[in-house]
């Protein structure tokens, strides 16, 4: 150990931990006019949303929730959502943030796993909530969160609804110190094996996030889309990574907040307009999902900035939303690293370049945030180098990475094997730092002696002209270990084969873009690709349909 200079600090000195109460603390003080907006239904002012976090943090003491305690919501995004995201880690509990789009056996899985105490229930879940009910091990009480003049529900262990309580709760409350590194928050990821696990993130982790986030998108000037007169509204569910930090941002900014509750496509389009939003971020499918609303056909966007994560974001669609005005930005990140970890960030050199080259880097994951550390390194942990070549494991570092799963030693121990967050995801580095992510590990796909990208080839076939969406997989083959496989929507009034599909990435082989072995020799034909719960396209259920179609050969099929 270097022996550097500590110094004590002076007698009185205050200890200043990084906690959540931060945040909510800084934003108000900007503009006290500005709104927290939900649907249509309610609006009201950062000094309203923290005397409402006070209420509810006295809410929830007085129905016994404790430090340490840990309290879940089953919500749709809404300005209730926020207020738990502050007022439950602001009294040293953790929230828990059920993803509702899990099965039912899944969410009772993570429920029973994450020792929820306490649930707040939106009664759309009512049911859901019952039919598991009985196999809840720790639940003690839940309370009613509803939008229906009916403020009451056939919910066990009934504390009574959010509203009536807070108006009878003391809008003051004073939050302690306490900690830094208690955890705050923690969820489930959506895993493709086994059991969902649990990822945790402590209050210093989500304070730095925050700031981390706030520099990406505020401070760094080829991507600046984060300003205090920007006006938010979340597209990626509150329960997806605490809808990746960015309420947080926006409460420390004080930012004008939209929240839309259950996402409609056309009732966002809606909200935008009336509450002139111009910041968002979600997954690809649901950007695609807007834009094919009815309300989106003669809408320009213009003004809109959105962040595209948690999957590629492929050339079309950044052409498809350009024309309609809309700013798209790359970033990437995972359940894991709280998530931001890169956003595409274009240098002097690239903005120089042509506009090809620029929407070229646009697309990529794009280069490291500020505190974060990015390496590859090969099957045997050696680091390789970052030439835009060497394809290997993306690694990562950076003080907002989970530190484990909860209760799961092992699995928290092979995610950070040899002192690097493994990402499961291959990647190659360039010399400017730009993350390229070519697949995840387990969805390359291996024919003959080649690797193809399964995202490349997805990219490429999104470029047809008759193509709306496309998902490629690796389908086992006996002869050549396996194939890729292409499942397409069609626009309508479009059609395609698989041979007019082999004849349009033809020229991407001849000019070394792709290898000829990535032609798909048979695809399928469908009306919608399975997504999961977070809507991002789901390999695993796709994997399964095609085997079906194969061997009961579906009419959905088109081959060679
Ligand atoms: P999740 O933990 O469900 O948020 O999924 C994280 C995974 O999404 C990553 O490990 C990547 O495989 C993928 N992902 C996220 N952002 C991007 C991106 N910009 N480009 C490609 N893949 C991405």
């Known amino acids: 150990m270097l022996q550097t200079r500590v110094i004590p600090p002076a007698e009185g000195a205050y200890q200043y931990p990084l906690l959540i109460k931060r945040l909510l603390m800084s934003g108000s003080?900007?503009?006290?006019?500005?709104?927290?907006?939900?649907r249509d239904q309610v609006r009201y002012t950062y000094p309203t949303l923290s005397e409402r976090v006070a209420r509810l943090a006295n809410v929830l003491t007085a129905a016994g929730v404790k430090a340490g305690d840990t309290v879940a919501v089953m919500d749709w995004d809404s300005h209730r959502y926020l207020e738990c995201m502050f007022a439950i880690p602001m009294i040293g509990a953790v929230i828990h943030t059920i993803n509702v789009r899990l099965s039912p056996e899944q969410i009772l899985y993570t429920m029973n796993h994450a020792e929820?105490?306490?649930v707040l229930v939106n009664s759309e879940f009512v049911g859901l909530y019952q039919?598991?009910?009985?196999?809840?091990?720790?639940?003690?009480?839940?309370?009613?969160?509803?939008?229906?003049?009916e403020k009451t529900a056939e919910l066990p262990n009934l504390l009574g609804e959010y509203e009536t309580l807070l108006a009878a709760a003391s809008p003051e409350y004073d939050f302690e110190d306490f900690d830094e590194n208690s955890v705050a928050t923690t969820f489930y990821t959506t895993g493709t094996t086994g059991n969902p696990k649990g990822v945790y993130f402590t209050h210093r982790q989500l304070v730095l996030h925050t700031m981390g986030v706030s520099t990406s998108m505020g401070a760094i000037d080829s991507v600046r889309l984060?300003?205090?007169n920007d006006v938010y509204m979340p597209i990626t569910p509150m329960f997806h990574v605490h809808a990746w930090g960015l309420p947080y941002v926006a409460t420390m900014l004080g930012l004008k907040q939209v929240y839309p509750g259950r996402y409609d496509p056309e009732y966002l389009v809606e909200l935008w307009r009336r509450e002139k939003v111009t910041f968002s971020h979600c997954v690809p499918t649901i950007l695609q999902?807007?834009?094919?609303?009815?309300?989106?056909?003669?809408t320009d966007f213009g003004g809109w900035k959105i962040v595209i994560g948690g999957s590629a974001l492929n050339r079309a669609l950044y052409e498809a939303a350009k024309a309609k005005g809309i700013q798209l930005t790359a970033a990437y990140g995972m359940s894991e690293t709280g998530p931001l970890v890169s956003c595409a960030h274009l240098n002097d050199e690239l903005m120089a370049g042509t506009e090809d080259?620029?929407?070229?880097?646009?697309?990529?994951?794009?280069?490291?945030?500020?505190?974060v550390e990015a390496a590859i390194i090969d099957a045997e942990g050696n680091f390789l180098p970052a030439d835009g070549e060497s394809q290997g494991e993306l690694v990562l570092r950076a003080p907002w990475l989970t530190e484990g799963y909860f209760n799961e030693p092992q699995k928290g121990a092979e995610l950070w094997h040899g002192g690097w967050l493994h990402t499961g995801d291959v990647a190659t580095l360039d010399s400017m730092g730009v993350i390229d992510i070519r697949d995840r590990i387990k969805d390359v796909i291996k024919t003959g002696g080649e690797w193809i990208s399964s995202l490349d080839l997805e990219d490429l076939i999104s470029r047809h002209a008759a193509v709306r969406e496309v998902a490629v997989v690796g389908i086992a083959d006996p002869q050549w270990g396996e194939r890729p496989f292409a499942l397409l929507v069609i626009r309508e009034g479009h059609q395609i084969g698989a041979r007019e599909l082999k004849e349009h990435l033809k020229p991407f082989v001849e000019l070394g873009h792709l290898s000829k072995w990535a032609i798909p020799s048979q695809i399928a034909l469908v009306t919608e690709i399975p997504k999961t719960s977070v809507g991002k396209l789901d390999?695993?259920?796709?994997?399964?349909?095609?085997?079906e179609w194969q061997a009961t050969n579906s009419t959905f099929l088109s081959t060679l």
């Open 29 to 38: 003080r900007y503009e006290k006019t500005r709104e927290i907006v939900y």
């Open 116 to 118: 929820d105490r306490f």
């Open 131 to 149: 039919a598991i009910a009985g196999n809840l091990s720790t639940v003690e009480k839940t309370l009613l969160l509803t939008d229906t003049a």
């Open 226 to 228: 984060l300003g205090t």
């Open 289 to 298: 999902m807007l834009l094919n609303a009815k309300a989106a056909q003669d």
């Open 357 to 371: 080259e620029r929407i070229t880097y646009r697309i990529k994951a794009g280069v490291p945030g500020p505190l």
């Open 539 to 547: 390999k695993k259920r796709i994997r399964i349909d095609i085997s």
